[in-house]
């Protein structure tokens, strides 16, 4: 009995009231007491159960799910020891449930039909057969014949030697198994994978599987299983030269192989004996293919007289005795013959039923046709109606699209400010980011390390880093506090000192309100301004007393920016850079004037900052005053800022 056909019993274990329909409800105990005896472990005969089932369907007026069920079990009992009427009842089992487009039936169908393809070996057929009963599982969300599907697969990838893809197969059944914590499946799981390990020559796996299904084996407590697992064990032991622990399994699998009862079990384990046990005399080898040989012609067993029949006729050859070792090679001969005469006659019932499915399927498929035909016409006479419709339709779609262009050029207009922000701010970063102090910064540097100034060359490294730092934080942020502001515009003030080796001094002023964090600015707006006083105020004069004052406070709602420097003045600035600088275009001002515009949402004309020059009483210059002022915006109104 093959792995696939084993494992197959496991479905009519199912809860059966998933298969009673309404019409089966007068026959619910009637056919409680037959699943009893169905699926039942005792030693009951297996013709017994087929007789039953089939008086069971025979009396069963309704072609419903149960009867499906049965029919099916009927197939499958009987797919070793009668095959005609198990392809008889197979047969059944497709037509009514194509009939009831019963999807559930249809996979139990396809199961049976691939374990007869495979008993007659035609694999590849099975396979077939299989996948579409996996295929059709999955529709019905039924995982558990997908698992045994997935099982027969691999069993067939076993028997053709591909033992990499009857793992790849065996496993998916397993993790379902697993999920459905269905003892029985995976225990059969295990046992197939030991097998491939086994025929591999991978002993250390092969016991590892083992290891890995016997507790679930044990779990399901079925004889049939745990006489496979102690047939393994004892191959196992045979292989590794523990006699004494070989034959303990070996009599463990025939006990359990008795209690089921099952001939088969008990064949493989005669067999397996003879086979794996080395040091026990060729005679003893031969009273084992004996027994054997018993079972396997009481079975009608033609493979296993075959197989055995071949070894009994080596067996004697080793012994020189020629006249019984050519006996058995004629009956080997025999079996042999009698089997493929068998495999044609399951192949040519296997191409009947296939022809007269295909039959059925071109019957439906021109009954298909017929429909879409008239459909087709249905769908003709609804045309016009539907034209009607879309003449409606079409008039609220051009409703709907002058109302959309309104909107849209709302929405263009709002978005061209938005834009206008973004780029304003945009090249407000890129001014900040000015190349020229990037430069003179590193040359600071260059210059503390060329005259081994290497604490000031530190500093002035670790201080350039972090207002870097904050200048690209502060890309991220439209807003940020006032207090963090003023942080940053220190940090690019004592740059600016060391670079002019401590040339002025810088004194800051800040309203006590606006530095607990509920008010927010632009990211360094002021920071341009200082730049301009340094470079263009402070940097040219040859004072000794120079400095630079910002004040910061909050009146009217506004928050208000002073900034004082007393350099020399914005004329001597212009011809110093007209003598110094010919070509040098300062765009700070005037991208920093276009933000404070934006956010206080004044027009682009508007004078937002004022630049006073400031003089001495003779009338010369003696530096620079900036005046401006900010709307006030605290963090919770700074959400709907049409710059954030």
Same mark, same amino acid.
């Given at each position: 009995?093959?792995?696939?056909?084993?494992?197959?019993?496991?479905?009519? $274990?199912?809860?059966?009231?998933?298969?009673?329909?309404?019409?089966?409800?007068?026959?619910?105990?009637?056919?409680?007491?037959?699943?009893?005896?169905?699926?039942?472990?005792?030693?009951?005969?297996? +013709?017994?159960?087929?007789?039953?089932?089939?008086?069971?369907?025979?009396?069963?007026?309704?072609? !419903?799910?149960?009867?499906?069920?049965?029919?099916?079990?009927?197939?499958?009992?009987?797919?070793?020891?009668?095959? /005609?009427?198990? &392809? =008889?009842?197979?047969?059944?089992?497709?037509?009514?449930?194509?009939?009831? *487009?019963? =999807?559930?039936?249809?996979?139990?169908?396809?199961?049976?039909?691939?374990?007869?393809?495979?008993?007659?070996?035609?694999?590849?057929?099975?396979?077939?057969?299989?996948?579409?009963?996996?295929?059709?599982? %999955?529709?019905?969300?039924?995982?558990?014949?997908?698992?045994?599907?997935?099982?027969?697969?691999?069993?067939?990838?076993?028997?053709?030697?591909?033992?990499? @893809?009857?793992?790849?197969?065996?496993?998916?059944?397993?993790?379902? +198994?697993?999920?459905?914590?269905?003892?029985?499946?995976?225990?059969?799981?295990?046992?197939?994978?030991?097998?491939?390990?086994?025929?591999?020559?991978?002993?250390?796996?092969?016991?590892?599987?083992?290891?890995?299904?016997?507790?679930?084996?044990?779990?399901?407590?079925?004889?049939?299983?745990?006489?496979?697992?102690?047939?393994?064990?004892?191959?196992?032991?045979?292989?590794?030269?523990?006699?004494?622990?070989?034959?303990?399994?070996?009599?463990?699998?025939?006990?359990?192989?008795?209690? @089921?009862?099952?001939?088969?079990?008990? &064949?493989?384990?005669?067999?397996?004996?003879? @086979?794996?046990?080395?040091?026990?005399?060729?005679?003893?080898?031969?009273?084992?293919?004996?027994?054997?040989? @018993?079972?396997?012609?009481?079975?009608?067993?033609?493979?296993?007289?075959?197989?055995?029949?071949?070894?009994?006729?080596? /067996?004697?050859?080793?012994?020189?005795?020629?006249?019984?070792?050519?006996?058995?090679?004629?009956?080997?001969?025999?079996?042999?013959?009698?089997?493929?005469?068998?495999?044609?006659?399951?192949?040519?019932?296997?191409?009947?039923?296939?022809?007269?499915?295909?039959?059925?399927?071109?019957? *439906?498929?021109?009954? %298909?046709?017929?429909?879409?035909?008239?459909?087709?016409?249905?769908?003709?006479?609804?045309?016009?109606?539907?034209?009607?419709?879309?003449?409606?339709?079409?008039?609220?779609?051009?409703?709907?699209?002058?109302?959309?262009?309104?909107?849209?050029?709302?929405? %263009?207009?709002?978005?061209?400010?938005?834009?206008?922000?973004?780029?304003?701010?945009?090249?407000?970063?890129? /001014?900040?980011?000015?190349?020229?102090?990037?430069?003179?910064?590193?040359?600071?540097?260059?210059? &503390?390390?060329?005259?081994?100034?290497?604490?000031?060359?530190?500093?002035?490294?670790?201080?350039?880093?972090?207002?870097?730092?904050?200048?690209?934080?502060?890309?991220?942020?439209?807003?940020?506090?006032?207090? %963090?502001?003023?942080?940053?515009?220190?940090?690019?003030? !004592?740059?600016?000192?060391?670079? &002019? #080796?401590?040339?002025?001094?810088?004194?800051?002023?800040?309203?006590? $309100?606006?530095?607990?964090?509920?008010?927010?600015?632009?990211?360094?707006?002021?920071?341009?301004?200082?730049?301009?006083?340094?470079?263009?105020?402070?940097?040219?004069?040859?004072?000794?007393?120079?400095?630079?004052?910002?004040?910061?406070?909050?009146?009217?709602?506004?928050?208000?920016?002073?900034?004082?420097? #007393?350099?020399?003045?914005?004329?001597?600035?212009?011809?110093?850079?007209?003598?110094?600088?010919?070509?040098?275009?300062?765009?700070?001002?005037?991208?920093?004037?276009?933000?404070?515009?934006?956010?206080?949402?004044?027009?682009?004309?508007?004078?937002?900052?004022?630049?006073?020059?400031?003089?001495?009483?003779?009338?010369?210059?003696?530096?620079?005053?900036?005046?401006?002022?900010?709307?006030?915006?605290?963090?919770?109104?700074?959400?709907?800022?049409?710059?954030?």
């Amino acid at each position: 009995m093959i792995a696939g056909k084993l494992y197959i019993c496991i479905i009519s $274990r199912d809860p059966i009231k998933k298969f009673i329909t309404p019409s089966l409800r007068p026959f619910r105990a009637l056919f409680f007491l037959l699943l009893l005896l169905f699926t039942t472990r005792s030693a009951v005969s297996q +013709n017994t159960r087929v007789d039953s089932l089939i008086l069971w369907v025979e009396e069963h007026p309704h072609n !419903d799910s149960a009867r499906i069920h049965a029919m099916h079990t009927i197939s499958y009992l009987l797919s070793e020891s009668d095959v /005609a009427r198990s &392809f =008889t009842y197979y047969s059944m089992v497709s037509r009514l449930s194509d009939s009831l *487009n019963f =999807t559930y039936g249809k996979a139990l169908g396809n199961i049976n039909l691939g374990i007869l393809l495979s008993s007659s070996g035609n694999l590849q057929s099975s396979t077939e057969a299989n996948i579409k009963a996996f295929e059709q599982a %999955k529709e019905c969300n039924e995982p558990r014949i997908e698992s045994v599907a997935l099982n027969n697969i691999g069993d067939n990838f076993a028997s053709l030697k591909d033992y990499d @893809k009857c793992r790849q197969y065996t496993l998916q059944a397993v993790d379902i +198994n697993m999920q459905l914590k269905a003892w029985h499946g995976v225990a059969v799981n295990y046992e197939l994978l030991h097998r491939c390990d086994l025929e591999q020559g991978l002993y250390a796996d092969a016991k590892t599987n083992l290891d890995k299904g016997m507790p679930y084996a044990i779990l399901d407590n079925d004889n049939y299983i745990l006489s496979q697992y102690y047939l393994g064990y004892g191959k196992l032991h045979a292989i590794y030269n523990r006699s004494d622990s070989a034959n303990n399994y070996f009599n463990k699998a025939i006990v359990c192989a008795n209690q @089921k009862p099952d001939l088969r079990n008990e &064949f493989q384990v005669y067999v397996a004996e003879a @086979k794996y046990l080395r040091h026990i005399p060729e005679r003893e080898k031969i009273s084992l293919l004996f027994k054997a040989m @018993k079972l396997a012609e009481q079975t009608q067993y033609q493979e296993g007289i075959a197989n055995d029949a071949e070894q009994l006729s080596s /067996a004697y050859d080793r012994l020189n005795n020629r006249d019984s070792s050519l006996f058995y090679y004629r009956k080997y001969r025999s079996a042999s013959d009698s089997l493929f005469s068998e495999n044609n006659q399951r192949r040519m019932m296997v191409n009947e039923t296939e022809w007269k499915i295909r039959n059925k399927e071109l019957e *439906n498929s021109s009954l %298909k046709q017929l429909t879409a035909t008239q459909k087709r016409q249905i769908a003709f006479s609804n045309i016009l109606l539907f034209l009607i419709g879309l003449g409606f339709l079409l008039s609220v779609f051009v409703a709907f699209l002058l109302y959309k262009s309104f909107q849209a050029k709302k929405l %263009k207009d709002v978005s061209q400010y938005k834009q206008k922000i973004a780029e304003t701010e945009m090249q407000a970063l890129q /001014a900040q980011m000015n190349p020229h102090f990037f430069f003179n910064s590193l040359n600071s540097i260059e210059n &503390f390390i060329m005259q081994n100034e290497k604490k000031l060359a530190s500093d002035y490294l670790n201080k350039f880093a972090r207002f870097i730092r904050s200048i690209l934080d502060s890309s991220n942020n439209d807003l940020i506090g006032v207090n %963090k502001d003023i942080q940053s515009l220190q940090l690019y003030i !004592d740059l600016e000192q060391l670079r &002019f #080796n401590n040339k002025f001094t810088f004194h800051c002023e800040v309203d006590p $309100r606006l530095q607990s964090g509920d008010y927010n600015v632009p990211a360094l707006l002021v920071q341009p301004f200082l730049e301009n006083a340094i470079n263009h105020g402070i940097g040219p004069s040859d004072r000794t007393d120079l400095k630079i004052c910002l004040k910061v406070s909050l009146n009217n709602n506004m928050i208000h920016y002073i900034i004082v420097d #007393n350099g020399i003045g914005r004329e001597q600035s212009r011809i110093y850079n007209e003598m110094n600088k010919p070509f040098h275009k300062s765009v700070g001002m005037k991208l920093t004037q276009d933000r404070i515009n934006i956010f206080n949402q004044s027009p682009a004309s508007s004078e937002s900052v004022k630049i006073i020059d400031l003089f001495d009483e003779e009338h010369n210059p003696i530096g620079t005053r900036i005046e401006f002022s900010l709307k006030v915006l605290t963090y919770a109104s700074s959400q709907g800022h049409p710059g954030g």
